[in-house]
């Protein structure tokens, strides 16, 4: 225990000072690309907000998310490509940035990017490990990767069995590392994920009071016999626990043939669905990202009768579209 307290308690300090060097060099080494986007930080966002759950943190309807198929983020000969996409979102009004320990590079990249922002951004990141002492071992590495002395949302990443809950309220569970690091202000919020089973999403929502949950919310789910959305968003409304919607154009199987029209309709399904507090998406290129914000700058909420039409067009593809459900 001391000796755990005692490294974490080092790395963090080596942490903020490397954050603000990094930063620095950064901006040095990007100058006027770096410069232009902590300018446009500064303007009013044009993305409408909601705000996630009890937190009291008002995010974008629009996060970015760090993992994908194609998104340069999480690719580790793309780096060039990931920091111009991660700048643009800043000046584009993103704030809310979602990544994981297991995203391959992507707090590498974040971390040489986002520390000059860091109080004006709502950071996310998730672990694998379900364990006291595996979770704090990941918690410094991830913060030494992305620069940061604090994570805004520290989420435990895809729960999928039994004994993945079990293993996390054991007495040296998970748990206890999620109220340790609260205690020590080391982050703010804590929360689950999930896109398996929602069963398992449920049992640990009504075991411990998480902040937030993020699942899959799109049009092809709704059609699924064991479906996320009418089975964990009235539990996240009644406990006021902010909703994050992942899978939202399904890594682009929506939209085959037959199958909803674009992000627009994918992503205003999404949002349009009660309690969701935002939904985070990947980018493969600045000019999906900039399609992307548009989209949700332009969010109107969906009647019931668009909201059935846009699940009409998903009901002879949804068992293709929610291949995810078969990730453990």
Sequence with gaps: MERIST???????????????IGV????????S??????????P??????????????????????????????????????????????ELGIKYFDTAASYGTNEDYLGKVLPPYREQIFLATKTYNRNRDEMWRELERSLKRLNTDYLDLWQLHSLSSSAHIENIFRKNGGIKAIEEAKEQKIIRFAGITGH????????ALRRYPFDTTLIPINAAEIHHPRSFLPAVLPIAKQKNIGVIAMKVPAYGKLFQPGGLTGIQQAMNYSLSQPGVSCCIIPADSVQQLEENVQVASNFQQLQKTQLAAIEKRTANIWRDSTFYRAWG
């Design 196 to 203: 398996h089973e929602p069963s398992f999403i449920i049992e």
């Design 34 to 43: 770096n410069n232009n986007a902590k300018i446009q930080a500064q303007i």
């Design 45 to 90: 966002l044009s993305i409408p907000e909601r705000t996630l759950g009890n937190t009291g943190i008002k995010v974008p309807l629009l996060g970015l998310g760090g993992a994908g198929r194609n998104t340069p983020l999480d690719k580790y000969n793309q780096e060039k490509e990931a920091i111009e996409i991660i700048e643009r979102a800043l």
């Design 25 to 32: 060099n950064s901006l040095q080494n990007n100058n006027q």
């Design 7 to 21: 490294r974490r308690n080092f790395l963090i300090t080596s942490v903020a000072v490397a954050g603000s060097v």
